[in-house]
């Protein structure tokens, strides 16, 4: 059984099927919000004999990582343990919960051995298995192996808290607030997720912060958030767009420099983003003219969709970001964009200094792309 976060009922019981539950996707927010839902309807508040709490990520005395190994120095493996404490009977009744955090670092053949003993933890048990943060940098390169996903799957509860997109999230901003007995103007929840984003943790920060300075029965307006919510360098990549799509260079060259001296961007960073932001463009401009139009869904155009990579601007073409790419898309010619594309390989080569090309400071090279971006198309 899988549900979506968003889909679960916001107070009250959990649903919840079989032993196995797992928590997955890249919202950590909703994870936790949803693991400690989970605790309080399994196991009673009080109860701490009958709950286990392990992380793949920490080192487990007296426990060995391989199979092979376990049998040579006669230990247990992890996947051994975790079994050995699912199957454990209740104290005094009950039932059991056993909490496994970063179950995805878990190696694949460990994996598989859970899978394989899915079916031996007694009914009154439970094991909650969390997944890890997918988009942390020093994470492996891991995921969760395909028959202890579809066992659970199958004979369990899978919970998805995957990141929110732009409506659900205004809704979370409008909920949370609603909470608290005040409101915020459409304008200023607008500029809100444009400068926060949608990730949860950083969201609440900022509504906590405006809250604040709303007060009691308060109404968020756009200069408050404005004055309190520092700007994403995804915005001002937005706002460096624009002047491209205009062919104003003095205005893209603020933007950049106000990115490397006020926001104090790494310039690799910011060169990512505008490479994200150009691609985007060009996949909407496919969707364009294919004869999608802002409001309309992507996939009723399917034709179009196959020429787009797997992760494509699909899901990004709601709300202000969809009106912000259109417009962008419209004003840039093919022609400018393979010039744009051009400039973009020439600025990554000269921060490399590969060679043949120049060496140049990557802040440097992003100059002398922002005019080039800004130059007429060549023919």
Same mark, same amino acid.
Request: charged share 25%; net charge neutral; aromatic share 4%.
């Given at each position: ?16 099927? +079989?032993?196995?539950? &797992? ?26 004999? @009958? ?18 190994? +376990? ?30 955090? @970063? ?20 009914? #009154? ?10 988009? !942390? ?17 199958? !004979? ?10 732009? @409506? ?78 205009? $062919?104003?260079?003095?205005?893209? #060259? ?38 999608? $139009? ?5 996939? !009723? ?6 020429? &787009?990579?797997?992760? !494509? ?31 973009? #390989? ?21 100059? #002398? ?11």
């Amino acid at each position: 059984m899988n549900h979506k976060f968003t889909h679960l009922p916001k107070s009250g019981k959990i649903p919840v099927q +079989g032993t196995w539950l &797992l928590v997955q996707g890249d919202e950590e927010h909703l994870k936790r919000l949803l693991v400690e839902r989970l605790r309080g309807e399994l196991l009673a508040a009080e109860d701490e004999f @009958n709950l286990d709490q392990l992380d793949v990520a920490e080192r487990w005395e007296g426990i060995v990582d391989g199979a092979e190994q +376990g049998k040579r120095e006669r230990l247990p493996t992890r996947a051994e343990r975790i079994l050995a404490l699912a199957q454990a009977l209740p104290f005094l009744g009950g039932g059991r919960l056993l909490i496994v955090r @970063n179950v995805d670092l878990l190696a694949n053949d460990q994996q598989k051995r859970l899978a394989a003993g899915l079916s031996s933890v007694p009914p #009154m048990n439970h094991v909650l298995l969390v997944t890890g943060n997918s988009g !942390s940098d020093a994470r492996k390169a891991v995921k969760l192996s395909a028959e202890l996903l579809k066992g659970i799957t199958q !004979s369990g509860t899978v919970y998805d808290c995957a990141a929110l997109n732009e @409506n659900e999230a205004a809704e979370w901003v409008r909920e949370k607030l609603k909470e608290w007995g005040q409101a915020i103007e459409p304008a200023a929840l607008h500029l809100l997720l444009q400068r926060a984003g949608t990730e949860l943790r950083r969201l609440q920060i900022e509504v906590e912060k405006l809250s604040l300075l709303a007060g009691e029965n308060g109404r968020i307006r756009a200069r408050d958030v404005e004055l309190l919510t520092p700007k994403l360098a995804e915005e001002s990549v937005f706002r460096l767009a624009d002047a491209v799509a205009s $062919r104003n260079a003095a205005q893209a #060259m603020g933007v950049l420099r106000e990115l490397l001296t006020v926001q104090l961007e790494q310039p690799y960073r910011i060169f990512l983003l505008i490479v994200r932001q150009f691609r985007l463009i060009w996949q909407t401009k496919v969707l364009l003219d294919a004869g999608w $139009r802002t409001g309309q869904s992507p996939e !009723s155009f399917p034709r179009a969709l196959e020429l &787009l990579p797997e992760q !494509s601007v699909a899901a990004n073409l709601k709300g202000w970001m969809g009106n912000k790419l259109a417009g962008q898309a419209r004003q840039l010619s093919w022609e400018h964009l393979e010039t744009a594309y051009q400039a973009m #390989m020439e600025c990554d080569m000269a921060g490399k200094a590969i060679e043949g090309v120049p060496r140049q400071e990557l802040d440097v090279a992003l100059e #002398m792309l922002c005019v080039k971006l800004c130059a007429p198309a060549r023919r």
